[in-house]
């Protein structure tokens, strides 16, 4: 399922890997393959913030598209040896639940957050009110035509 259109030909997505943690190379290869492209991140506050812009360069560039691209969302390399795991994940399902989050096993990406569980239905648009105008009356339009009774009065006496 690669995703190639000509504006965007790879979906950016954000990998959050603790420092000092090796990427194996079946990573990058899955990700190619699903047509997302990597930006790298360490610190899970700018793993964070960069999942965001490319959420909302994502909802940018599918306004002008026909077939809109999915957002990758983020990618956790070894939740367990990023400080405070618990609660970035709290944080990022309770601000912004509508990106996913994916963890790699180190072998195969696995749902850590379904987005699409969470993304609110739309409200179905609000039914017309009847609406039928009243006629004006003649002395309702002659004070439209020529202004209040203080204007016909000022261009009695002129």
Same mark, same amino acid.
């Given at each position: ?6 504006? =965007? ?82 944080? =990022? ?49 002659? =004070? ?15």
């Amino acid at each position: 399922m690669t995703m190639q259109t000509e504006d =965007m030909p790879m979906a950016p997505c954000v990998v959050l890997v603790p420092h000092e943690h090796a990427i194996n190379e079946q990573l990058p290869r899955l990700l190619s393959d699903r047509g997302w492209s990597p930006r790298l991140e360490h610190d899970p506050r700018m793993a964070m913030a960069e999942a965001c812009l490319v959420r909302r360069e994502l909802q940018i560039h599918n306004a002008w598209e026909t077939e809109p691209v999915p957002i990758p969302g983020l990618i956790v390399v070894e939740p367990d040896s990023i400080p405070d795991w618990k609660e970035f994940r709290s944080a =990022m399902v309770h601000h912004v639940p509508d990106i996913p989050i994916w963890r790699w096993n180190g072998t195969e990406l696995e749902v850590e957050h379904d987005a699409s569980a969470s993304r609110p239905e739309e409200p179905p648009p609000p039914s017309p009110l009847p609406f039928k105008p009243e006629p004006l009356s003649h002395e309702e339009v002659s =004070m439209l035509l020529h202004g209040g009774p203080e204007d016909t009065e000022q261009t009695d006496q002129s």
